[in-house]
């Protein structure tokens, strides 16, 4: 067919058109901004011109919208639910000394910001193995440039099971002012991986050790006690499996708080970017070929100079000592890149309800605020403690209170609690302050997102509170 003066004008006018990846969300309102005037048009060919412009402009859009990331199925879950429009696709791309990571999608709200990127090797190389896992550096997000507006932050990753080749990330922040269409910079810690042995078996008298000296701790010692009690015992004649390869690493001693045995390490302070460290994951009884599996426990010195790994058993006495036999293993973290990774992006913000409360629940729970977020749901209260009990701040989750959500379809949504937070009152010490936040769930194991403006009714336990606008 062939093409008028008007028909290449407007071809051209296309082809030139640049879609920024750092705010698509930004791109595709100005489109629609675009398509929203009315324009003179003089001749059919325009017309048909304008049209075909029309419709690739919001196939484009609407592509923008609804191809996320298949990170979060491997994240979620298959049934993973998110409503056209909440997310925006970044895809940005940085690849460091050949480790790629892509910031693919982020939900923003006027309360918090979600992130969703991806890592793998740039030739393609399975990520993690059966002894060596990547690790990726501490992550953080700023806010036209300060990091003064991020409260807290969580975050969760999964291998897609699809693909070994590529690991995927989540990440949530919760931020003091709305961070809609305002600059934000998800930034990312050097790479580096970690290489861990098999437990290997480490020949010693821990009874003559302990003999030499007997330690007993209180459970209030910390860790610059502890090494200075350990310090008196004689474990001169201990030779670690890989003294050879980690000379820094030591046996520290042996020890009794209570009657819980306990046996430790002694390293430099752990980095999870570039160092070495080990740890005692068992003890072999030589008489019956039983493994005694314990829990690990990390104290710094006053310096931060040393690190205490102990291992604790229960069930062991001093009787014992002569037959057991400690299987310790070994991480190594080697750095992967000298740099991390800056991501900018901007979005729009999907609205937050916040609803003041006066409820008071079972057991003295009383809340005051519900704050519904398209991420989830925060509950905020006080509650009754026993300042004398040995944990005071304890939250039962017997105590969590169920929570419901109705929309406007009448379909409802349940939800699943993810975390809480106590603390205590310094003005009343029998009145504790907490914190519960809540996941929007699909099913029983997928989770999902929502548009506030969605929710009609929220129902905490049997309590039923209407979402008005």
Known sequence: MKLTPDDLRIRQALEQIETPMYDIAGAVREQRARRSRRMPLRSPQRILAAVLAAVLLTATAAAAVVQFSGGWNALFGKNVMIP???????RQTQ???GCTITLEDAIVSEDDVAVLYSFRYADNSIVNSGTRMTILGNSNLLMDGSDEYCLSSSGMGSMD???PSVEYYYEAFTLSEDPGDRQLTL???????MEQTDSLPAPMDLATIYRSHPVSYSEEADGAQRLTALQQQDCTSVILPQSYQSPEIQFAGVAFQGDILCVSLCMPEYDSYDSE??????????????????SLHSYGDTNSATELCETRFEGLSEEDLPYLEPQISYRRCTPLTETGW???????SAKTLTRELNLTMA?????NQLTITPLGIELTGTMTVDPASDNPLYFDDQQTPVVTLVLQDGTTVHTVSHGNSLSSDSADPTTAQFGIEYQYQTGSESRRFLQTETITAIRINHATISIEE
């Open 84 to 90: 056209d429009g909440l997310a925006t696709p970044v």
């Open 95 to 97: 690849t460091i000394d």
């Open 161 to 163: 099971s699809q693909d």
């Open 187 to 193: 930034t990312i810690d050097p790479a580096s991986y």
């Open 277 to 294: 460290a080990a740890q005692i994951d068992a003890l072999w009884d030589i008489r019956t070929g039983h493994l005694y599996y314990g």
């Open 342 to 348: 800056s991501f900018s992006f901007c979005a729009p």
């Open 363 to 367: 057991d003295g729970i009383r809340l």
